[in-house]
Nanobody, 123 residues
Framework: QVQLVESGGGLVQAGGSLRLSCAAS????????MGWFRQAPGMERELVAA????????QYADSVKGRFTISRDNAKNTVYLQMNSLKPEDTAVYYC????????????????WGQGTQVTVSS
């Protein structure tokens, strides 16, 4: 069982930066792939970035490549999403997710989800 708690969301102007954090409970965090997803009003939830258990595998949505970076600190049971050059279209609720299988995270069907944190980018 994994419990996930996101933090770091907020309001930022276009061009600014935010860093989201996701703290995970459970001793098996290091065996889980992690992902960040987002859902804007009226839109489906979409994968933003995913990272394998060791940090060696990463995948990004085309819309965030070169601007967002996913990373993890297994000693702290935490995964991060550094978001730079933010745009108004990045406005959404951002969710952290976990699953033992990286492919399942990329397929947007992970077994564990956080409650989400709101990111709002003003123009």
């Amino acid at each position: 069982q994994v419990q996930l708690v996101e933090s770091g969301g907020g309001l930022v102007q276009a061009g600014g930066s935010l860093r989201l954090s996701c703290a995970a409970s459970g001793r098996t965090f290091t065996t889980y792939a992690m992902g960040w997803f987002r859902q804007a009003p009226g839109m489906e939830r979409e994968l933003v970035a995913a990272i394998g258990w060791s940090g060696g595998s990463k995948q990004y949505a085309d819309s965030v490549k070169g601007r967002f970076t996913i990373s993890r600190d297994n000693a702290k049971n935490t995964v991060y999403l550094q978001m730079n050059s933010l745009k108004p279209e990045d406005t959404a609720v951002y969710y952290c997710a976990a699953d033992p299988d990286f492919r399942v995270v990329v397929a947007a069907t992970p077994g564990y989800w956080g409650q989400g944190t709101q990111v709002t980018v003003s123009s």
